[in-house]
């Protein structure tokens, strides 16, 4: 019987070794510069289940990933962020800046048959903006009529100078589906997009097969693409390893063991950061030098390292380096870390020592993280952070307006008007004070008001550097996408705007 | 017998309508507001109002209570507040993968349970029972998930003999559903194969010693009609009411290993219903779950009145 018992016990051990020890092996026999397989099956695992295949009831940028290979937008981004031709090959704003004349491409045709033009458009903005539990309708209430010139121009009026227009029009709300098929796009969504959907599972799973009459020949690279949803990193590591999936996105500390099982990781900014927001119209939060005080406390550098592996950007701007609307003078250094200068800024605002700041928290171990190191750093200089947790952080928060501050992340918008205008001005949904300081004020309608890309991009770089200035926010970092892809993988490339868009991503051949 | 069945119904409607009060009730207590997500992340103050009268939830909770026991009566479980797909195809599509997932999980307890109990029944206080007992033990003892992460970390990453994901319905090919079911069903059904050994094995002990046996054995039946006809049929008993419980407890743990081995079945849907706040489709599933383990029980209680006589 002890013999028995010991022959368990070395079972157990070995099986607990076998799992322990660092699995899977390097995939060698691809190439990722090598010839595409034209019938190539690209299997993804994304980080979000998908609910809706419909663009206008979607309520997340995350769901664009899913959406995007199916509805071409009027406008698209690229992989910089820039505005580049879709469904519309030119755009120009009158003099006035309260017409927006749209060029639509033509010989296109959606997946149903139906053919795209004029009318298409109007039905699928008219759409957005009155469909019943629509998403996009605040971002489209800007336009006030759909005009059809002729059978492929467009004459988009407006209700004031909304310069954000043409990024908007990148995103969901811009997304163009079949009129015929508007009954029941949430599960069977017809675009005039590179790929079709050819099955779907809400919440979990799609497919999607080739759309060969595309126009851009080059985009759908892959046959096949299959979309799985995974919510923990670890266990899309675990697909990846085991050849469940040729690609997906991983959490930072995950990164290692991805690299040394032989995938390819690339790791980026995007327009994603995190921050600790303040509400302004708390006690002391409304003096600059408090939040100054706040800014000078906190070791961005420690964050990303403790939290991030490394893998991720300090930041004291909304916006990532690489990206029009940085401020190179700004830089990333700005606010440097110094506890003294910190308490001297708390100090001279009379601040008293030991006050007590409530931080809520999104319930969610990432966030919990963060909490508790900014709460460590803001002990030093003499701060007492309480965290009150919370599920649901933008009702608490923005909404009921609890709490003196909060680290939450930020998504990014393909427009940093959409960004500045959500966070830093006093109407904005997600600045839980609804203060601004009035040189931010006045840039944000001159931004809005600007239709001249140059001078737009102008703009949101001189906002970019005010918000930082005035300390209307604690920016901390930005955290990378880490794409990870086995070597069979071509093409695949990391967004700036964060959502992958798949074009010319495929299989390599043999 | 009918009667029987008759009355396990009649009790099921008082019993379907508590468990949904039940629901409503807690999700008053659930912090939030699913207008806010619905809006989408560009909304304003305004539109989120909008939402929330559009879907209702500016009505009283037992309102919208009746309003929806009003449509269930009529088989209609109402539409997700997020999509606004509807309930019943949505179960229509994941109850049958959790369905598979588990009466698959109870057929390997059964197949693992069944032999494994007689063995150490058999063999009681010898190395063999020892052995069956241990490991055991370890089963009931290690949760569902953990034993999934090891054999997944095992059987499909180290040795990428299974898939880590996926499941591909039985209908479409029934290869891949085996070749993708069997380490979720190990995962979920391991914990309950040991409950069956053990309870087996204790029962099958009992009767091995009672009287009837050894008249039968004295009457010169052979030893493995004694023990198939006489001995189990007796013992089965006790593991039929634990096969009974186990569905339930195996519909539970369903949830997380689907999680794990990412499974499109209800549990899925109910962690994200659950994130999503979208208290209809988790109402939806509160009712399907309760109606399975209602007709479960019967089952096992035909089972036991077709086993045992006496309680017919």
Same mark, same amino acid.
Not at chain 1, 305 to 325: C, D, H
Not at chain 1, 408 to 426: M, S, V
């Given at each position: 019987?002890?013999?028995?018992? =010991?022959?368990?016990?070395?079972?157990? &051990?070995?099986?607990?070794?076998?799992?322990?020890?660092?699995?899977?092996?390097?995939?060698?026999?691809?190439?990722? +510069?090598?010839?595409?397989?034209?019938?190539?099956?690209?299997?993804?695992?994304?980080?979000?289940?998908?609910?809706?295949?419909?663009? =206008?009831?979607?309520?997340? /940028?995350?769901?664009?990933?899913?959406?995007?290979?199916?509805?071409?937008?009027?406008?698209?981004?690229?992989?910089?962020?820039?505005?580049?031709?879709?469904?519309?090959?030119?755009?120009?704003?009158?003099?006035?800046?309260?017409?927006?004349?749209?060029?639509?491409?033509?010989?296109?045709?959606?997946?149903?048959?139906?053919?795209?033009?004029?009318?298409?458009?109007?039905?699928?903005?008219?759409?957005?903006?009155?469909?019943?539990?629509?998403?996009?309708?605040?971002?489209?209430?800007?336009?006030?009529?759909?005009?059809?010139?002729?059978?492929?121009?467009?004459?988009?009026?407006?209700?004031?100078? =909304? +310069?954000?227009?043409?990024?908007?029009?990148?995103?969901?709300?811009?997304?163009?589906? +079949?009129?015929?098929?508007?009954?029941?796009?949430?599960?069977?969504?017809?675009?005039?997009?590179?790929?079709? &959907? &050819?099955?779907?599972?809400?919440?979990?799973?799609?497919?999607?097969?080739?759309?060969?009459?595309?126009?851009?020949?080059?985009?759908? /690279?892959?046959?096949?693409?299959?979309?799985?949803?995974?919510?923990?990193?670890?266990?899309?590591?675990?697909?990846?390893? +085991?050849?469940?999936?040729?690609?997906?996105?991983?959490?930072?500390?995950?990164?290692?063991?991805?690299?040394?099982?032989?995938?390819?990781?690339?790791?980026?900014?995007?327009?994603?950061?995190? =921050?600790?927001?303040?509400?302004?119209?708390?006690?002391?939060?409304?003096?600059?030098?408090?939040?100054?005080?706040?800014?000078? /406390?906190?070791?961005?550098?420690?964050?990303?390292?403790?939290?991030?592996?490394?893998?991720?950007?300090?930041?004291?701007?909304?916006?990532?380096?690489?990206?029009?609307?940085?401020?190179?003078?700004?830089?990333?250094?700005?606010?440097?870390?110094?506890?003294?200068?910190?308490?001297?800024?708390?100090?001279?605002?009379?601040?008293?020592?030991?006050?007590?700041?409530?931080?809520?928290?999104?319930?969610?171990?990432?966030?919990?993280?963060?909490?508790?190191?900014?709460?460590?750093?803001? /002990?030093?200089?003499?701060?007492?952070?309480?965290?009150?947790?919370?599920?649901?952080?933008?009702?608490?928060?923005?909404?009921?307006?609890?709490?003196?501050?909060?680290?939450?992340?930020?998504?990014?918008?393909?427009?940093?008007?959409?960004?500045?205008?959500?966070?830093?001005?006093?109407?904005?949904?997600?600045?839980?004070?609804?203060?601004?300081?009035?040189?931010?004020?006045?840039?944000?309608?001159?931004?809005?008001?600007?239709?001249?890309?140059?001078?737009?991009?102008?703009?949101?770089?001189?906002?970019?550097?005010?918000?930082?200035?005035?300390?209307?926010?604690? &920016?901390?970092?930005?955290?990378?996408?880490?794409?990870?892809?086995?070597?069979?993988?071509?093409?695949?490339?990391?967004?700036?705007?964060?959502?992958?868009?798949?074009?010319?991503?495929?299989?390599?051949?043999? | 017998?009918?009667?029987?069945?008759?009355?396990?119904?009649?009790?099921?409607?008082?019993?379907?309508?508590?468990?949904? $009060?039940?629901?409503?009730?807690?999700?008053?207590?659930?912090?939030?507001?699913?207008?806010?997500?619905?809006?989408?992340?560009?909304?304003?103050?305004?539109?989120?109002?909008?939402?929330?009268?559009?879907?209702?939830?500016?009505?009283?909770?037992?309102?919208?209570?009746?309003? *929806?026991?009003?449509?269930?009566?009529?088989?209609?479980?109402?539409?997700?507040?997020?999509?606004?797909?509807?309930?019943?195809? $949505?179960?229509?599509?994941?109850?049958?993968?959790?369905?598979?997932?588990?009466?698959?999980?109870?057929?390997?307890?059964?197949?693992?349970?069944?032999?494994?109990?007689?063995?150490?029944? $058999?063999?009681?206080?010898?190395?063999?029972?020892?052995?069956?007992?241990?490991? %055991?033990?370890?089963?009931?003892?290690?949760?569902?998930? *953990?034993?999934?992460?090891?054999?997944?970390?095992?059987?499909?990453?180290?040795?990428?003999?299974?898939?880590?994901?996926?499941?591909?319905?039985?209908?479409?090919?029934?290869?891949?559903?085996?070749?993708?079911?069997?380490?979720?069903?190990?995962?979920?059904?391991?914990?309950?194969?040991?409950?069956?050994?053990?309870?087996?094995?204790?029962?099958?002990?009992?009767?091995?010693?009672?009287?009837?046996?050894?008249?039968?054995?004295?009457?010169?039946?052979?030893?493995?009609?004694?023990?198939?006809?006489?001995?189990?049929?007796?013992?089965?008993?006790?593991?039929?009411?634990?096969?009974?419980?186990?569905?339930?407890?195996?519909?539970?743990?369903?949830?997380?290993?689907?999680?794990?081995?990412?499974?499109?079945?209800?549990?899925?849907?109910?962690?994200?219903?659950?994130?999503?706040?979208?208290?209809?489709?988790?109402?939806?599933?509160?009712?399907?779950?309760?109606?399975?383990?209602?007709?479960?029980?019967?089952?096992?209680?035909? %089972?036991?009145? *077709?086993?045992?006589?006496?309680?017919?």
């Amino acid at each position: 019987m002890k013999v028995w018992r =010991h022959i368990a016990v070395v079972g157990v &051990v070995a099986l607990l070794a076998a799992a322990c020890s660092s699995g899977g092996t390097a995939n060698t026999n691809g190439n990722r +510069s090598g010839e595409l397989d034209p019938n190539g099956i690209f299997r993804f695992a994304d980080t979000l289940p998908i609910e809706t295949l419909d663009p =206008h009831t979607s309520p997340g /940028a995350g769901n664009n990933v899913w959406l995007f290979p199916v509805y071409d937008r009027l406008i698209h981004l690229n992989e910089e962020a820039e505005l580049v031709p879709g469904l519309a090959t030119e755009w120009q704003f009158s003099d006035d800046g309260r017409t927006l004349a749209l060029t639509l491409r033509q010989g296109v045709t959606f997946t149903d048959g139906t053919p795209f033009n004029a009318e298409a458009v109007k039905a699928n903005l008219e759409r957005g903006q009155t469909l019943e539990g629509s998403a996009v309708a605040a971002e489209l209430a800007v336009i006030k009529e759909v005009e059809i010139v002729d059978e492929y121009h467009v004459n988009l009026h407006l209700t004031d100078v =909304h +310069s954000s227009l043409p990024y908007v029009l990148t995103d969901r709300a811009g997304a163009i589906a +079949s009129p015929a098929a508007f009954d029941n796009l949430s599960r069977a969504p017809v675009g005039t997009g590179m790929y079709k &959907v &050819v099955e779907y599972q809400p919440g979990s799973r799609a497919v999607y097969e080739r759309n060969d009459d595309y126009w851009d020949p080059d985009a759908a /690279a892959a046959a096949r693409m299959e979309f799985t949803t995974i919510t923990d990193s670890l266990q899309r590591l675990n697909a990846l390893r +085991s050849g469940s999936i040729d690609a997906t996105i991983l959490a930072a500390n995950d990164v290692a063991a991805a690299q040394q099982a032989g995938f390819v990781v690339d790791s980026q900014p995007i327009l994603q950061f995190f =921050h600790l927001q303040l509400n302004l119209s708390k006690p002391y939060l409304d003096d600059v030098r408090v939040r100054q005080a706040i800014n000078h /406390a906190i070791n961005r550098e420690e964050l990303v390292q403790g939290l991030l592996f490394g893998l991720g950007e300090p930041a004291v701007q909304p916006f990532p380096r690489g990206y029009f609307a940085f401020d190179e003078e700004i830089g990333t250094d700005y606010y440097e870390y110094n506890p003294d200068k910190a308490r001297q800024l708390l100090a001279d605002a009379g601040v008293p020592e030991g006050y007590e700041l409530e931080l809520i928290n999104q319930n969610a171990p990432q966030y919990t993280q963060l909490s508790e190191a900014i709460q460590a750093q803001l /002990a030093d200089v003499g701060l007492n952070a309480t965290i009150t947790q919370s599920t649901i952080f933008a009702n608490t928060f923005y909404v009921e307006g609890e709490g003196d501050a909060g680290a939450i992340n930020w998504t990014g918008r393909p427009d940093p008007a959409q960004t500045i205008g959500l966070l830093y001005t006093e109407t904005g949904f997600a600045n839980p004070g609804g203060v601004t300081t009035d040189e931010v004020a006045t840039l944000y309608e001159q931004l809005v008001a600007t239709t001249d890309e140059a001078a737009r991009a102008d703009l949101a770089r001189q906002l970019s550097r005010q918000i930082t200035l005035d300390a209307l926010d604690v &920016v901390l970092y930005f955290p990378y996408e880490n794409v990870a892809y086995s070597d069979r993988v071509i093409g695949l490339r990391p967004w700036l705007a964060g959502k992958l868009e798949f074009r010319g991503v495929g299989i390599a051949a043999g | 017998m009918l009667a029987l069945i008759g009355r396990r119904l009649l009790v099921t409607l008082p019993l379907l309508l508590f468990v949904t $009060l039940l629901v409503n009730l807690m999700s008053l207590l659930v912090p939030g507001d699913p207008a806010v997500q619905i809006a989408g992340e560009n909304a304003t103050h305004e539109q989120i109002e909008l939402t929330r009268q559009r879907l209702g939830l500016d009505r009283p909770w037992h309102e919208r209570y009746l309003d *929806w026991l009003a449509g269930a009566a009529r088989g209609d479980l109402g539409n997700s507040v997020f999509t606004n797909d509807s309930v019943s195809q $949505l179960l229509q599509e994941r109850l049958p993968v959790t369905l598979a997932l588990t009466l698959s999980a109870l057929v390997f307890a059964a197949l693992v349970g069944v032999p494994a109990g007689i063995l150490a029944a $058999l063999r009681r206080n010898r190395w063999q029972d020892s052995l069956i007992r241990g490991v %055991a033990t370890i089963g009931i003892a290690m949760p569902g998930y *953990w034993l999934g992460l090891l054999l997944l970390m095992v059987f499909a990453i180290q040795l990428g003999l299974f898939p880590t994901i996926g499941y591909t319905p039985l209908t479409e090919n029934p290869a891949a559903w085996l070749h993708g079911i069997v380490l979720p069903t190990v995962a979920l059904g391991a914990p309950a194969a040991a409950e069956v050994a053990r309870q087996l094995r204790r029962s099958m002990i009992d009767t091995l010693q009672q009287d009837f046996v050894r008249t039968a054995t004295a009457k010169g039946l052979r030893y493995w009609m004694v023990l198939g006809k006489h001995a189990l049929t007796h013992a089965a008993n006790p593991v039929v009411t634990v096969l009974a419980t186990q569905m339930a407890l195996l519909l539970g743990a369903a949830v997380i290993i689907e999680k794990v081995f990412v499974i499109p079945g209800i549990g899925e849907l109910a962690v994200n219903s659950v994130i999503n706040k979208d208290l209809t489709i988790v109402q939806g599933i509160v009712v399907v779950t309760t109606l399975v383990i209602v007709v479960t029980n019967l089952l096992a209680d035909l %089972a036991h009145a *077709w086993l045992s006589p006496r309680t017919r």
